[in-house]
């Protein structure tokens, strides 16, 4: 089994890919910033989720996976009148565009399962981060819609949608994180692995 996980260099991105390799599996990671420095990885490269040529080279390094954990994102806070179109742009283009680009490379290698990290923003109205939370309503509706385009080559598509998680990122805001990264992996792992096709579609949410 080729498990492909984007954003893999901290956080739930890496929690994912080492739950993967614990259990046998081939794993492919990215970061933007440095290929992750992970044991066990069969591949491990440096690749902006955002940039077209970048996604398709990191597909053809990792081959054809059975598995595609859509991970990778960033976090801009502030008042709207305050932001930018360039953070707009930024991310955006980080979370959704990238998505994109990730699933139609796995949809193009028949890839039976992909699995997007969101957040429960995704469903809710939270001040501060606008851009972030319409990246990941974003997701949603990339994902369900996926599932539908895949429902008849058995390409299986789900959302996971955790709460205040133990990460870097939740650490720019004012919320407490009431679970770890091993948690999610755990929800992400089932669904690349055990999860019936009945639950293609599916936005999973995860309070802890």
Not at 58 to 83: H, K, S, T, Y
Not at 154 to 161: D, E, G, T
Request: hydrophobic content about 45%; overall charge neutral.
């Amino acid at each position: 089994m080729l498990c492909l996980v984007t954003g893999a260099s901290r956080g739930i991105g890496r929690a994912v890919a080492e739950s993967f390799i614990a259990g046998g599996a081939r794993v492919a990671v990215c970061a933007s910033s440095a290929a992750p420095d992970l044991r066990g990885a069969a591949v491990a490269v440096r690749c902006d989720v955002s940039d077209e040529e970048q996604v398709r080279n990191f597909f053809e390094q990792a081959g054809r996976p059975d598995c595609v954990v859509i991970n990778a994102g960033v976090l801009e806070r502030g008042p709207i009148e305050e932001f930018t179109a360039a953070q707009w742009d930024h991310v955006l283009g980080v979370n959704l565009r990238g998505a994109f680009l990730c699933a139609r490379e796995a949809f193009r290698r028949g890839t039976p399962r992909i699995v997007v990290i969101g957040l429960i923003s995704g469903i809710l109205g939270i001040v501060y981060v606008v851009v972030y939370n319409a990246s990941k309503w974003g997701l949603i509706g990339l994902i369900k819609s996926l599932a539908e385009e895949g429902r008849e080559r058995h390409i299986f598509c789900a959302a996971v949608l955790p709460a205040s998680v133990d990460t870097a990122m939740l650490k720019k805001t004012p919320y407490s994180p009431q679970m770890k990264c091993e948690d999610v992996a755990k929800v992400v792992t089932f669904l690349c692995t055990e999860a019936p096709f009945a639950m293609t579609g599916s936005a999973v949410e995860v309070f802890g």
